[in-house]
């Protein structure tokens, strides 16, 4: 019997790099942060984005 890990790691984004990804400029990013929910950490002092919940957050998951 063999088992199947599904634990799903982190892919880290600074804010530059998420909104590169997404194809937006930063500020649209910095407002979905503050004002629509799009969740983010803060690591070292600067806001990360894990890219797993950006997909599920734009497919609205």
Do not use: C, F
């Amino acid at each position: 019997m063999t088992t199947t890990d599904t634990t799903i790691v982190p892919r880290w984004a600074t804010v530059k790099q998420a909104a590169a990804y997404l194809n937006l400029h930063r500020s649209s990013l910095y407002v979905a942060m503050s004002k629509k929910g799009l969740p983010y950490y803060t690591i070292g002092g600067t806001r990360r984005l894990d890219l797993n919940e950006l997909d599920a957050w734009v497919t609205g998951q």
